[in-house]
């Protein structure tokens, strides 16, 4: 018969002094304190601090030392790394919710289970215990001590104050218990209900007292305390194994969902997808001007109203119809204003012509004409000449909103802007006309007559809206594929609440700036239809002092 015996306690051997390697001969260390620390560029030495064990090392070394990242450290790196649960995609966040919820669950069930059978495996124990304390004789009969089955070991103990005894049954002969064991079930405390106590060596048992009175062989009678116990291994493996089991099947479990799970979930949100999509496609199409043909629509297949993805599929489908009538009612509008500006434009022109003619001609009158007739035929020239330029200006915004190509030929841009500057020093001396060129010609591809009304606008830009001793610098640059013509001038700068729409049609700033002249509101919004007709843009950039028009046109290939 095996048995159980409580291990004797080992110990840690000091090395003999003796069995020392002699360090006889090895230089002896210096234990004189001497000051330690780092030694800076200048070669003077930096006391280190105190407990740095890295201080007196080898700097690499602190180096190394002081690179390490704490954990406090690490975890706000990770924090920083994890994007929030807003962030997360819709798959992301209904796969994440599915392995929650089934770990959840799983868990719960795996816990509610090994609870439930270790609860019953122990009521087993508890009712063979009871059974043989019941028995007249413990340790007797067809299951002496009520063993918990194949390979169980038993204990018997008679608890007395006097003589305890005890015994351990493993296989055929019984095994008489040490007095420390007894000690320790003494000490445990058992209840008449159960317990279960660790002996250590021998392992946990269950164990049930009983309060007794012995008969000794002589006849004599002393009480004491009856304690058989059933080993529980039997039933520690058993739930060991289960949750080896239950673990084993979690794992794999969340691994199962999360793939079919990614899958179900990709299959299903492939609709909405594809209504995404739809609606990327709608989002890149030009749809701020002109004719819009808006024939992107979401698949009949995702527009099924029984389902949700099918409701917003139905829906944008109705939102892009109405964005359709509304662009092309917009365009027909723009189309119908266009040609109306147009038409009136052309019209216009001839009965002005014939005003300006009639002013001029009674200007030649050899009669005499009273001054205040003279007086209001040169204001009735005045103001058609004024409102001649305004229907050029009309005319020539509707032609290019229409489209209509303009010529495309090598234009010298550097001699363009020396006549345009010229032209704008002869109409307001009073201002310091300046110019900045590259020595080599700069050429571009365009229609000269309008680009040259281009610079002489920004000229007349300046000229009109900034007072006499304004230094207005024209320059002209290369810039890769690009042209820069820039009109820089050190006014009153342009109003912050007027430039994001300055180049829009009729955009005045008189509240702002001084006018000198009469002014369209026109001037700009030319510049800007022009430079993008010939494939360019205008840009501003402007504060009080430091005012700048720039136009980019493409460079002559």
Excluded: C
């Amino acid at each position: 018969m095996s048995s159980s015996r409580p291990s004797e306690a080992t110990g840690v051997d000091r090395p003999d002094p003796a069995d020392l390697p002699d360090a006889e001969g090895a230089p002896a260390p210096d234990l004189v304190p001497g000051p330690v620390g780092l030694v800076d560029d200048s070669g003077s030495r930096v006391p280190a601090a105190a407990g740095d064990p890295d201080a007196a090392g080898d700097p690499d070394a602190r180096d190394a030392h002081a690179a390490v990242p704490t954990v406090r450290q690490r975890l706000a790196d990770a924090q920083d790394r994890l994007q929030p649960w807003s962030a997360w995609t819709l798959r992301a966040k209904l796969v994440a919710s599915m392995l929650a919820l089934f770990t959840a669950l799983s868990l719960f069930t795996a816990v509610f289970t090994i609870t439930a059978l270790s609860s019953h495996l122990t009521d087993q124990l508890d009712g063979q215990l009871s059974a043989s304390l019941r028995s007249p004789r413990p340790g007797t009969g067809p299951d002496p001590g009520g063993r918990g089955g194949p390979g169980a070991d038993r204990i018997v103990a008679q608890l007395t104050t006097s003589d305890p005894v005890g015994f351990i049954e493993s296989a055929d002969e019984p095994e008489s218990l040490t007095a420390a064991q007894l000690q320790a079930i003494n000490n445990a405390g058992v209840s008449p209900n159960g317990s279960t106590v660790d002996l250590a060596s021998l392992g946990r048992f269950r164990m049930m007292s009983k309060q007794v009175t012995f008969v000794a062989d002589d006849g004599s009678r002393s009480p004491g305390t009856l304690v058989v116990g059933i080993s529980t291994a039997p039933t520690d493996s058993t739930i060991g194994r289960l949750i080896i089991v239950a673990g084993a099947g979690l794992g794999a479990g969340v691994i199962l969902v999360a793939v079919l799970g990614t899958w179900l979930v990709r299959r299903n949100l492939e609709p909405l997808r594809r209504v995404a999509a739809t609606a990327t496609k709608v989002s890149q199409m030009p749809l701020h001007s002109g004719k819009v043909a808006l024939a992107e629509r979401v698949d009949p297949a995702d527009t099924d109203t029984r389902t949700e993805v099918g409701q917003v599929g139905a829906a944008f489908n109705e939102m892009l119809d109405h964005v359709d009538e509304a662009l092309n009612a917009r365009h027909q509008s723009e189309q119908r204003v266009r040609q109306f500006v147009a038409d009136a434009s052309h019209e216009l022109r001839t009965p002005l012509a014939s005003i300006k003619g009639y002013a001029e001609l009674s200007r030649r009158e050899p009669n005499a004409v009273p001054a205040t007739v003279t007086h209001a035929m040169g204001r009735i020239e005045s103001e058609a000449n004024r409102m001649s330029s305004l229907v050029e200006d009309l005319l020539l915004l509707a032609r290019l909103d229409a489209g209509r190509p303009l010529d495309a030929a090598p234009v010298d841009m550097s001699m363009l802007v020396i006549n345009a500057v010229s032209d704008a020093h002869a109409a307001s001396p009073g201002h310091r006309w300046d110019l900045d060129l590259p020595p080599e010609p700069v050429e571009v591809t365009g229609d000269a007559a309008r680009l040259h009304q281009v610079v002489a606008n920004l000229l007349a830009n300046a000229r009109t809206h900034t007072p006499d001793g304004t230094r207005v610098t024209t320059s002209v640059r290369p810039e890769g594929e690009w042209v820069r013509v820039a009109v820089h001038d050190d006014g009153p700068g342009v109003p912050d609440t007027l430039q994001p729409n300055v180049f829009e049609r009729f955009a005045r700033g008189d509240d702002a700036r001084n006018r000198a002249g009469g002014s369209t509101g026109l001037g700009l919004s030319i510049v800007a239809a022009v430079s993008k007709a010939h494939g360019g843009r205008v840009e501003l950039d402007s504060k009080p002092g430091d005012t700048t028009f720039s136009l980019l046109l493409p460079a002559a290939v």
